[in-house]
Every structure is written in structure tokens, then in C-alpha cells.
């Protein structure tokens, strides 16, 4: 099964993922419009240099001696040039020169206007009648170093930003959750037989719908269970007292009765008669196992109660004595209700009695880790049969009319009630057949819970 996944998580990551995102095609944006708003910059910036220049150029041209014999213009000190200017005529030759260009970049002829080349940007602009031009060169690494800056200017307060969105939308999405999360940990902490309505303040208007469903849903559930098991247990108290009734008064029949065929109906009756008072019996154990209030506050010692369960058990299946071990005299502690530990271990033992194999002990052994186990030899329970013994009036194939291994059949309750309270107390019962270390019987398992 997929575990499932965090909302606090998946919001923390997905509104931080989104802002990260958002941000990047922001800066994408910001750096397109950056990128034109640099070009138009630095194109005004070569053609206002550009025409600055060339009135200063013609002059010079002009008042010179010999205007057609080139010239360069000296470096007054080292620096890196970023502009590179060129003064010809209209043939081409060169008139006047910045002291780094380099004529290569430039067509044979000059040209005005703007263009671009591989690694430069060019502007050209004319005078005197055009005959005399000026053509001003940039490079286009400039320009793109430029347009880098502006957008690593808007990209590393990212790096900052995406710690700070995250811990900023978690702790955001952990204070709206917070009370989503208190009734989380109030689901959490219930037991499995706690179905009271579930209490919890100020949710989310999306989730207060689900928690009054859950709570309407509770309650029928508690209301169908306390029907069920009031049911259960009130016909089983009410049968007493008329079975007990009637039990006697075949009994008295029976001693009154001359021996025949009516001696032998009177027996029938009797046997009948005692069914049905243990079934009411188990009856009562089920409501009580169903019931709740299986675990008590404080840990006591089992091992006095278990001593007395299988004693009874001797008395009750004519002095076949179960084997008892436990661990010398160390207690063991556990939270289990005594009577829900009497009634497990009777209904453990009942079952072992009934179908385990007359002539092998019935073990039961309880471990200082609390692990209760009861076990009884006999043939081997498939694996089909085996995993449907703990439902209700359950019995192994051949015990509906006669026996199981030789021993008559049960009411098919003692497993069921085992399961209940089991559950009821937050363990399990675990079945296994063949029993442990042997090749053939039952075994019957029970984690007993431990404080804490």
C-alpha cells in the first residue's frame, strides 16, 4: 500500500516550487525588456557620440595642411576602449582614426546609418554634402555583459529567496493547519473502541464538513454496536433463569422417570438444555468482549488469575489437567481487565479441551514478555479452514453434529469472543497449525499489552 503523503509538505514544496518558478519568468521578462531597453540605450549612445564627434572631425580635417593625410588621435593614458571611431571620405580613404580601431571591422566604403556585424554594432552618420563620414563601432560583448549584470542582479536574491519562502510557507502552512493537525492527533490517540464524537476547534471551513460526517457516522456506528451487544447480552440473561428453570425440572424428570426409551429422551433434553445455558454463557462473554473497557489504567500480575482459570478447567473436562508454564515466580504485568484475561484464557483452554487430541496435553505457556500461548495436538487445520476459525459459530469441519479429534463440538463462539477481545485491547490473536516445534495440533497466540 502507497503511503500517503503530507499536506503540510506538499504545500510547503509546491507554493515555494511556485514562487521559485514565478520568479524565474519574471526575471526572463525583466530580462528582455532590459535587453531592448540597453540596446535603444546604447544605439542613442553611438549616435549622439557619433554626430559630437564629427563636426569636431571636419574641422580639424579642414584647418589642416594636408586634409587627406590620415591621422590618428594620441592616447592620453591607458584605458580600455569601449567605442572606435573612423573618419573617411566618400572613397574610403581614412582621414581620422580613435587610437585602437580597427579597420577591418569596416566596410571598404563607408555607410550610414546603423548595422550590426558578428561581435560589433556599427552607426555611420555623413557630412559636407557627404562627403565626409563617420562611422562609430561598439562591441556586442559589451552589450551583453551589460544585459548579464541587470539579470544576475535579479537572480541572486533568489538564492536567499528560496530558504526564506520555504521555512516562511511552512511555518504559514503549519500555523493554518494547526488545527487540522490537533484533530489528526486526536484521531490518532483513541482507541479502536472509542467511538465518542471527536472534538475539535476552529477547522478549516473545507474540513468541518468531514469532521461532523465523521462524527454522525461515529455515533450510528456506537448506537448499532450498543443495540447489538445490549441485545445480545440481555437475551443471554434473560435465558438463564428459564433454562435453569428447565434444567431442573428435567433433571427431576429424568430421576423420576423409570429407565427406556423416555429415560433416554429425558437425557436428550438434558444435554440440549446445557447447550443452550453455555451458549448463553458465551453469549454473555461476547457482549462483554464487544463492550469495551478492556484495558485498565494501571498494569496487575496475570499469572494468580491463570493458575485459577486452568484449575477450573481441570474441574470442568474431568481432571484433564492443561501443562502450565510460567516464568517461575515473576509476575507478569500487563493492562488487560482481569476478567477479559479469565474469560480469553477459559475460552482458549475450552477450545484446546474440546478439539485438541484426548490423549496429548494441552500446553499453555505464559512468557515474561507477556505472550500467552495455548496449544493442543491433533491433525493439522488447513490453511483455508484456519483463517475463518475467529469468525462467529465458526468450527472446524466434522464438529457441526459429532466430534473434532474425538471431543464433541463447541458453540462455535470461543474463538470469535478471543478475537474480540484482542482487538478491544489493541493486540491480536494469531492462530497457527501445525503448533510451534511440533508437525501436527493447534496453536492459539496472544501478544498481552504492556504499559506504555
Given at each position: 500500500m502507497k503511503s500517503s503523503s503530507s499536506l503540510q509538505r506538499r504545500l510547503g514544496l509546491g507554493l515555494t516550487l511556485g514562487v521559485t518558478l514565478l520568479w524565474l519568468v519574471a526575471t526572463l521578462a525583466s530580462g528582455l525588456v532590459v535587453r531592448n531597453e540597453l540596446d535603444e540605450a546604447f544605439d542613442s549612445a553611438l549616435e549622439e557620440t557619433a554626430q559630437?564627434?564629427?563636426?569636431?572631425?571636419?574641422?580639424?580635417?579642414?584647418?589642416?595642411?594636408?586634409?587627406?593625410?590620415?591621422?590618428?588621435?594620441?592616447?592620453?593614458?591607458?584605458?580600455?576602449?569601449?567605442?572606435?571611431?573612423?573618419?573617411?571620405?566618400?572613397?574610403?580613404?581614412?582621414?581620422?582614426?580613435?587610437?585602437?580601431?580597427d579597420p577591418a571591422?569596416?566596410?571598404?566604403?563607408?555607410?550610414?546609418?546603423?548595422?550590426?556585424?558578428?561581435?560589433?554594432?556599427?552607426?555611420?552618420?555623413?557630412?559636407?554634402?557627404?562627403?565626409?563620414?563617420?562611422?562609430?563601432?561598439?562591441p556586442l560583448a559589451h552589450r551583453r555583459n551589460a544585459t548579464w549584470d541587470a539579470v544576475m542582479a535579479l537572480l541572486l536574491p533568489l538564492l536567499l529567496l528560496i530558504p526564506v519562502s520555504l521555512l516562511g510557507i511552512w511555518l504559514l502552512v503549519r500555523f493554518s493547519l494547526q488545527s487540522v493537525l490537533a484533530y489528526k492527533g486526536a484521531i490518532e490517540a483513541r482507541g479502536a473502541g472509542d467511538l465518542s464524537p471527536v472534538t475539535a476547534a476552529r477547522l478549516p471551513a473545507e474540513i468541518e464538513p468531514v469532521a461532523q460526517a465523521v462524527n454522525q457516522l461515529m455515533e450510528r456506528l456506537r448506537r448499532a454496536l450498543e443495540s447489538e451487544r445490549s441485545f445480545t447480552a440481555?437475551?443471554?440473561?434473560?435465558?438463564?433463569?428459564?433454562?435453569?428453570?428447565?434444567?431442573?425440572q428435567v433433571q427431576r424428570l429424568r430421576r423420576e422417570t423409570p429407565g427406556g426409551p423416555l429415560q433416554q429422551r429425558a437425557d436428550q433434553i438434558e444435554s440440549a438444555l446445557r447447550r443452550l445455558v453455555r451458549l448463553s454463557e458465551?453469549?454473555?462473554?461476547?457482549?462483554?468482549?464487544?463492550?469495551?473497557?478492556?484495558?485498565?489504567?494501571?498494569?496487575?500480575d496475570v499469572v494468580p488469575v491463570l493458575r485459577h482459570v486452568v484449575e477450573e478447567c481441570r474441574r470442568a473436562f474431568d481432571g484433564r489437567t492443561p501443562e502450565l508454564s510460567v516464568p517461575g515466580q515473576t509476575p507478569v504485568f500487563t493492562t488487560l481487565d482481569v476478567d477479559a484475561f479469565a474469560i480469553l484464557v477459559r475460552n482458549l483452554?475450552?477450545?484446546?479441551?474440546?478439539?485438541?487430541?484426548?490423549?496429548?496435553?494441552?500446553?499453555?505457556?505464559?512468557?515474561?514478555?507477556?505472550?500467552?500461548?495455548?496449544?493442543?495436538?491433533?491433525?493439522?487445520?488447513?490453511e483455508a479452514v484456519l483463517a475463518g476459525l475467529t469468525a462467529r459459530f465458526s468450527r472446524a469441519p466434522g464438529t457441526h453434529s459429532a466430534t473434532h479429534s474425538g471431543i464433541k463440538a463447541g458453540s462455535g463462539l470461543g474463538l470469535a469472543i478471543v478475537e474480540a477481545i484482542a482487538r478491544?485491547?489493541?493486540?491480536?490473536?494469531?492462530?497457527?497449525?501445525?503448533?510451534?516445534?511440533?508437525?501436527?495440533?493447534?496453536?492459539?497466540m496472544v501478544q498481552l499489552p504492556q504499559q506504555g
Open positions: 559630437r564627434i564629427l563636426p569636431l572631425a571636419v574641422t580639424e580635417i579642414v584647418n589642416r595642411e594636408e586634409p587627406l593625410l590620415p591621422q590618428q588621435i594620441a592616447m592620453l593614458r591607458p584605458h580600455t576602449e569601449l567605442l572606435s571611431y573612423l573618419v573617411r571620405d566618400a572613397d574610403g580613404n581614412v582621414l581620422l582614426q580613435s587610437h585602437d580601431v571591422l569596416f566596410d571598404a566604403r563607408p555607410r550610414t546609418g546603423f548595422r550590426t556585424l558578428d561581435h560589433h554594432r556599427l552607426y555611420g552618420e555623413s557630412a559636407v554634402s557627404d562627403t565626409i563620414f563617420i562611422e562609430v563601432a561598439e440481555n437475551s443471554a440473561h434473560e435465558l438463564r433463569t428459564p433454562l435453569a428453570a428447565a434444567l431442573a458465551k453469549l454473555m462473554q461476547l457482549a462483554k468482549a464487544e463492550g469495551g473497557a478492556l484495558v485498565s489504567a494501571e498494569p496487575h483452554l475450552e477450545n484446546a479441551l474440546k478439539y485438541g487430541d484426548e490423549q496429548q496435553p494441552v500446553r499453555v505457556c505464559l512468557s515474561q514478555t507477556g505472550v500467552l500461548r495455548v496449544s493442543n495436538g491433533g491433525p493439522v487445520v488447513p478491544g485491547a489493541g493486540t491480536s490473536l494469531t492462530l497457527h497449525s501445525p503448533a510451534s516445534n511440533r508437525q501436527d495440533g493447534f496453536e492459539a
